[in-house]
């Protein structure tokens, strides 16, 4: 898998399960020097950590503060290669239900911190440098043909053009940045709405295609909001 994937400093938010949890695995098997953030480490994650090239980073809650400082100095004077802004939440609105305090919730953590996370970081970032957003297709309006899910889609749509700021700003500095759909997944922020049968791909399957995706990055197509199959997506 990602056999292409060049050898390079990572950093993964919400590092500890789901797609994040499989992007570590992948880019630990390839030999990347990998930090995995998250705010509490998991099993399966900790299993990895045998291995020299992993370090896990706790205490990381990007949509704090005190969380985006931990990181701050835990990485401090350290080159970053890619950084992959994959930590999110998901809750579920109706107009029957608008719940303002749960939107507000995934305005703060979906698209205001990954863009204060990746501001905190500049300093480790350097020409050649990509950032990769992973966003939502729900976050796009001209795909929005069932309504609903308020928070969701408007801390996607708000991330979306935000990323493509970031990616006109710092594109003099030769830093690229990708928009990622990572596809229908089956994981466990998806369950928990209720159901069990959600999604049609696996983590892994979601995290070789976007890795793929971030293997292909450069100021060429930087800004460009992609589906984890290749497809460019509607805004």
């Known amino acids: 898998m990602s056999e292409t994937i060049s050898k390079r400093t990572v950093v993964i938010t919400g590092a500890n399960r789901g797609i994040g949890l499989a992007m570590v695995k992948i880019c630990q098997q390839n030999g990347d020097n990998v930090y995995a953030l998250c705010r509490k480490s998991s099993k399966a994650l900790d299993e990895l950590a045998t291995h020299t090239n992993l370090n896990i980073i706790e205490s990381i809650d990007i949509s704090t503060e005190q969380g985006v400082n931990n990181a701050v100095v835990a990485l401090k004077a350290t080159p970053i290669d890619l950084l992959i802004n994959n930590a999110g939440i998901l809750r579920d609105e109706s107009l029957a239900d608008l719940n303002t305090a749960t939107i507000s919730e995934q305005f703060n953590i979906n698209a205001l911190a990954p863009l204060v996370f990746s501001h905190a970081l ?75 049968d ?38």
């Not at 990509?130 to 976050?139: E, L, P, Q, W």
């Not at 935000?162 to 006109?168: E, G, H, R, T, Y």
């Open 122 to 196: 500049l300093g480790n970032l350097s020409k050649g440098s990509k950032i990769a957003m992973i966003t939502s297709r729900m976050g796009s309006l001209t795909d929005n043909t069932s309504g609903g899910r308020y928070g969701y889609r408007m801390s996607k749509a708000a991330l979306n053009i935000a990323s493509v700021s970031l990616a006109q700003d710092l594109a003099p500095k030769g830093i690229s940045v990708g928009i990622y759909h990572p596809g229908y997944v089956q994981t466990d922020m998806v369950n928990t709405l209720g159901k069990t």
């Open 198 to 235: 959600n999604g049609d791909i696996s983590s892994d399957v979601a995290a070789a295609r976007l890795l793929s995706l971030m293997d292909s990055l450069t100021l060429a197509n930087s800004g460009i909001f992609k589906h984890s199959n290749g497809e460019t997506l509607p805004w």
